[in-house]
């Protein structure tokens, strides 16, 4: 399996001290891919703030061991980034109004997934999830949102998008995490279902869209 991963998955393990996670598992899992835009973002544009530093130096050390490849950009990349990002920003309209709602890093990840031989996305950002599994689950959050606008999802915008995405896996850092424990492959770093509850509040805390009752079920589906 080929997992792209997106900014906010690589944030979340480092922020949480979880990145060793991933040597643990890549090579029981598959190839773990990030694109140059990914790692402006989470490494490159943050090096010098140091409220940050710390997590791009331990997100830093991850690619100086070979544990995720960065996909160098072409024009191929570039062209379906543009794209997607378009389209993307104009499947939702806010009172007639285009209504942005996924930035560059998650359009490239996306648009990678269109061009390689991925079917899996890692991303914990709502929005981006549920525009790919539940456009009308995300129009109805939108519209709690903004309970005095008019909001509109463009169909035929959005069969254009999945048109270009297909159907990938979305999974979430609880996800990756969940499935690693359940298939022991976390020897050594998280050794029983109370370190696996605590690591799990802590990615939610960190930034993953996982409800409290998503992450009772895992546990209860545990033996």
């Known amino acids: 399996m080929k997992i792209v991963f997106d900014t906010g998955v690589l944030i979340s393990f480092s922020q949480t ?7 643990h598992i890549r090579d029981d899992i ?27 130096l331990r997100i830093n050390d991850q690619l100086n061991e070979f544990i995720f490849t960065v996909y160098k950009s072409d024009k191929e990349l570039d062209n379906k980034t543009k794209e997607i990002l378009n389209l993307t920003n104009s499947i939702f309209l806010i009172n007639g109004t285009p209504l942005h709602i996924v930035d560059f890093g998650e359009a490239e990840s996306m648009a990678l997934l269109s061009i390689s031989k991925s079917n899996c996305l890692a991303v914990d950002e709502r929005t981006t999830r549920l525009l790919i599994e539940d456009p009308n689950a995300l129009l109805d959050i939108l519209k709690r949102k903004h309970p005095n ?12 998008f999945k048109e270009m995405v297909g159907n990938p896996t979305v999974i979430r850092s ?3 995490l969940a499935f ?26 960190n930034g993953c869209a996982v409800s409290f009752e998503e992450i009772e079920d895992y546990l ?3 033996k």
């Open 17 to 23: 001290c979880l990145l060793p996670v991933f040597s």
């Open 30 to 56: 598959g190839e773990f891919v990030i694109t140059t835009g990914v790692k402006f973002e989470c490494i490159d544009r943050v090096r010098n703030n140091m409220r940050f530093k710390l997590s791009s």
């Open 149 to 160: 606008k008019r909001i509109e999802l463009i169909k035929e915008r959005h069969d254009k």
């Open 174 to 176: 609880v996800d990756l």
């Open 180 to 205: 690693a424990y359940e298939k022991n492959l976390l020897k050594g770093i998280i050794t029983n279902k109370e370190y696996l509850k605590s690591a799990l509040y802590s990615l939610k805390f």
């Open 220 to 222: 209860n589906a545990l």
